[in-house]
């Protein structure tokens, strides 16, 4: 699977990369070194910078769902101008530096988390979006995974469905999320979240879940993860993360984005719009905060 057809180049290509082959890859980490230059490239000229034929590089454009190098040129050089409109207009860009000052690093998190949802809101595909949310809000029971920073996110999906008046439970020990994945049952669904793609404790409860016929959504910001191979639905977000910034600031923003989303879409599945449910569980809140 790959991002959604209005996913940015780059966005595609951050997904992609630790599945490509070697010479794809190299290509890929030509272009994400510097987009702008490499928008710029004939296909010759990216094959020789590459050290591969120009079969490869049309093979490469079209492995991350473009018609050929054209059509993967043409979005990249888009991409590029956007870019450069970005920096003309002072935005802040590029990874943190440890020699950059406290407002340079500051600047440059707000841009980064900025665009980690700007991007995400583009690579979202709004059709498996709408099946998503069909079915939780018709499954006798949701169940969320997801470990670290991908658990917080598990926990607000949680918070939010069951503000629905949906029953939606959150894991993040491995064994209690095993346990509940063995029990449920055809109708039920099953949410797995990681960045990733690769945390072992959240594939193996989605695959479990599947396994006895629950419905197995993934959230990654990695579509061709393991994660994502066993999903009948996918999510993907959109996110880079800074090398110094260890809490996963951006990759979280993502997926906070996806999970609001999936908040409004099953809340327009049901009859009241979720209103009742919501109305009711504010009054139980407010009433013990007095």
């Known amino acids: 699977m790959i991002a959604g057809t209005g996913a ?4 595609r290509l951050r997904g992609r ?5 070697p010479k794809l890859r190299r290509i890929a980490e030509i272009v994400l070194q510097d987009p702008s230059a490499a928008s710029g490239l ?6 020789a910078e590459a050290g591969c034929s120009e079969a490869t590089v049309v093979r490469f454009a079209t492995e991350l769902g473009y018609s050929g190098y054209r059509e993967f040129r043409r979005n990249l050089l888009h991409e590029a101008a956007i870019a450069d409109e970005r920096t003309s207009r002072g935005e802040l860009q590029g990874d943190i530096d440890p020699d950059d000052d406290l407002a340079t690093v500051v600047g440059k998190i707000a841009v980064s988390d900025a665009r980690a949802v700007e991007d995400t809101a583009q690579a979202l595909d709004i059709a498996t979006l709408a099946e998503v949310a069909h079915r939780i809000s018709a499954a006798p029971r949701i169940a969320v995974f997801g470990i670290g920073a991908s658990g917080l996110a598990a926990q607000d999906l949680q918070q939010k469905l069951m503000r629905l008046g949906l029953s939606c439970s959150a894991h993040q020990d491995v064994h209690e999320a095993l346990i509940v994945a063995s029990l449920l049952t055809p109708g039920c669904v099953t949410i797995g979240i990681s960045n990733t793609g690769q945390t072992a404790e959240v594939i193996e409860s989605l695959r479990l879940g599947a396994e006895v016929g629950a419905t197995a959504v993934a959230i990654t910001n990695a579509p061709s993860s393991p994660l994502a191979q066993y999903a009948d639905h996918l999510l993907v977000t959109a996110a880079q993360e800074s090398l ?3 809490g996963a600031t951006a990759s979280r923003i993502a997926q906070l ?3 609001d989303c999936i908040l409004v879409a099953v809340a327009r599945c049901l009859p009241d719009l979720g209103r009742t449910a919501l109305e009711t569980t504010r009054a139980a809140v407010e009433r013990r905060s007095r």
Do not use: E, N, P, Y
């Not at 940015?8 to 966005?11: I, K, P």
């Open 8 to 11: 940015a180049v780059t966005v």
């Open 17 to 21: 990369l630790g599945d490509l082959q």
């Open 42 to 47: 004939s296909i010759g000229a990216l094959a």
């Open 244 to 246: 110094l910034r260890s």
């Open 257 to 259: 984005t996806v999970i």
